[in-house]
């Protein structure tokens, strides 16, 4: 089975320009998370899904940043107006929430570089 | 308010040397599930092991060892005989019900096996 795929692997981008992340999570999974790795504040919550509805978005860090999950197999992160501070490795990743566990799986990242 | 907490920032050990890295959690939920993934240089995050609250059994895969104590709120990894290959960076999380599971990371401990 295919893991989580994320778009795009890596994307340099220069300040104020619009940044959109993609990410189609597991089959059958019907929780979706983004997270932002740095080197200052590790791995952060920035927004979770549950049956493409958002729970919780106090991770988000401020109003350029917006997610939508359209539909189970499809959500979108996007930064606009980007800027130098959000460069960072952003995760997706799923999970089966239900049954015997919640085990998240991780995507490979977008690799995100503001200049 | 949920917290997970990796004390140890850098561990470096020579290889077949055994090494622990702890993990303490914070939650007043009597149920949640603790978690440690794996980073490598790669950059991926890699699922190792889930435990839920209700299961203190400590689980054994091979060199790795998982030593989960509800009574001092840890779930502390061990490797034995640690490899060059073990090097990479391990986080321990916590996952509780929060209107879907919502799972939080710790900072981090960076694991360098020496040849």
């Known amino acids: 089975d295919a893991g989580v795929i994320q778009s795009p692997r890596h994307e340099v981008t220069e300040m104020g320009q619009e940044v959109t992340l993609r990410c189609k999570p597991i089959?059958?999974?019907?929780?979706l998370f983004w997270y932002r790795q740095t080197m200052m504040r590790g791995l952060e919550l920035l927004i979770y899904?549950?049956?493409?509805?958002?729970?919780?978005d106090s991770g988000m860090p401020e109003d350029r940043f917006s997610a939508k999950m359209p539909n189970a197999s499809f959500s979108t992160l996007k930064i606009q107006p980007s800027e130098p501070r959000d460069s960072a490795v952003y995760f997706c990743?799923?999970?089966?929430?239900?049954?015997?566990?919640?085990?998240?799986?991780f995507g490979e990242g977008s690799w995100l570089t503001v200049v | 308010a949920q917290k997970v907490t990796q004390a140890q920032t850098e561990i470096s050990v020579v290889e077949k040397e055994d090494v622990t890295l702890d993990c303490v959690y914070e939650?007043?939920?009597?149920?949640?599930?603790l978690f440690w993934y794996k980073q490598p240089p790669s950059g991926e995050l890699v699922f190792l092991i889930r435990?839920?609250?209700?299961?203190?059994q400590n689980e054994i895969s091979g060199r790795y060892s998982w030593n989960f104590q509800k009574s001092t709120s840890s779930f502390n990894f061990t490797i034995t005989a640690s490899q060059v290959v073990d090097s990479a960076v391990y986080f321990c999380?916590?996952?509780?019900?929060?209107?879907?599971?919502?799972?939080?990371f710790g900072a981090g401990t960076r694991l360098f096996v020496k040849a």
């Open positions: 990743a799923s999970s089966w929430l239900g049954g015997s566990g919640n085990t998240i799986y």
């Open positions: 089959s059958g999974h019907n929780s």
């Open positions: 899904f549950n049956n493409n509805v958002p729970i919780d």
């Open positions: 939650t007043r939920d009597t149920t949640y599930y």
């Open positions: 435990r839920n609250s209700f299961d203190e």
């Open positions: 999380a916590l996952s509780v019900n929060t209107g879907g599971f919502k799972t939080i």
